[in-house]
């Protein structure tokens, strides 16, 4: 059984750091494209980052294009995303999703993936 677990959320200043984990067990992360979501109190849950199989492929929404950067570590069956400049308006539960399929332009949506993690809390505030 395929397992997604994050960590790494917190509180932090508007212009902070944060790098959130998500960790896969169960199976090796080679055979999962991951894409990182976030859902805020209120809205619906929207796709932040996606990393396919190998690692080639990656993207961003709009809104966190040039702050987010997302990796994978084979040998940590984890991925990573790196949030730089943080906003008040990042605030929200992120989740980790894998699919063993790789997706191009429809990455961003929640019915493609399979596997979800609980969530970790990402508040930006002063």
């Known amino acids: 059984q395929l397992q997604l677990v994050e960590s790494g959320g917190g509180l932090v200043q508007p212009g902070g750091s944060l790098r959130l984990s998500c960790k896969v067990s169960?199976?090796?992360?080679?055979?999962?494209?991951i894409g990182w979501f976030r859902q805020a109190p209120g809205k619906e849950r929207e796709g932040v980052s996606y990393?396919?199989?190998?690692?080639?492929?990656?993207n961003y929404a709009d809104s966190v294009k040039g702050r987010f950067t997302i990796s994978r570590d084979y040998t940590k069956n984890t991925v990573y995303l790196q949030m730089n400049s943080l906003k008040p308006e990042d605030t929200a539960v992120y989740y980790c999703?894998?699919?063993?399929?790789?997706?191009?332009?429809?990455?961003?949506?929640?019915?493609?993936?399979?596997?979800w993690g609980q969530g970790t809390q990402v508040t930006v505030s002063s």
């Open positions: 990393i396919s199989r190998n690692g080639e492929s990656t």
């Open positions: 169960g199976f090796t992360l080679d055979y999962y494209s």
């Open positions: 999703a894998a699919n063993v399929l790789d997706y191009g332009t429809t990455w961003y949506k929640t019915s493609l993936y399979d596997y």
